[in-house]
């Protein structure tokens, strides 16, 4: 990631740099790596320059993959409710990529951990009370 300087003076992260900055030799998961910039990006703020960020998480618009078990701090995400929600799963821990409602479950858990993240990093470093948050999602 690079921040590349717009014709008017402004800037911006350059996601384009992503393959030439070696992160695609990272084995770490796409989200954990986008979260750890983004918070990383929150922390060199401070409350009199605005700031925007535009987060389009990969994950549930990706193939169905398995995520992780443990965040990048080493605890262990708890997908019970992923587990308890479908019973009908051919694998107790939604192994088998044909769980797939079971491992899409597990993928949105995963992003909620990651959006909360990032909600803690502005609150701990930011106006919270000036700030706007807004989360979308797309249906066909």
């Known amino acids: 990631w690079r921040i590349t300087e717009t014709e008017d003076g402004g800037e911006y992260y350059d996601v384009a740099e992503f393959v030439e900055d070696g992160l695609s030799d990272n084995p770490s ?3 954990d790596i986008y979260t750890t910039d983004i918070k990383s990006f929150v922390g060199e703020q401070d409350d009199n320059t605005p700031f925007f960020i535009y987060y389009s998480q990969w994950t549930p618009h990706a ?15 708890d997908y019970t409710d992923c587990y ?19 491992v899409f479950c597990k993928q949105l858990h995963y992003a909620e951990q990651n959006i909360q993240e990032i909600i803690d990093e502005v609150k701990a470093n930011v106006d919270w009370d ?9 249906v066909f």
């Open 29 to 31: 998961y796409s989200e």
């Open 63 to 77: 193939n169905l993959v398995q995520p992780p078990v443990y965040r990048p701090d080493g605890s262990e995400m």
């Open 84 to 102: 308890d929600a479908f019973p009908d799963r051919t694998q107790p821990n939604c192994s088998l990529i044909n769980d797939t409602r079971c």
């Open 130 to 138: 000036r700030t706007v948050v807004i989360i979308t999602r797309y």
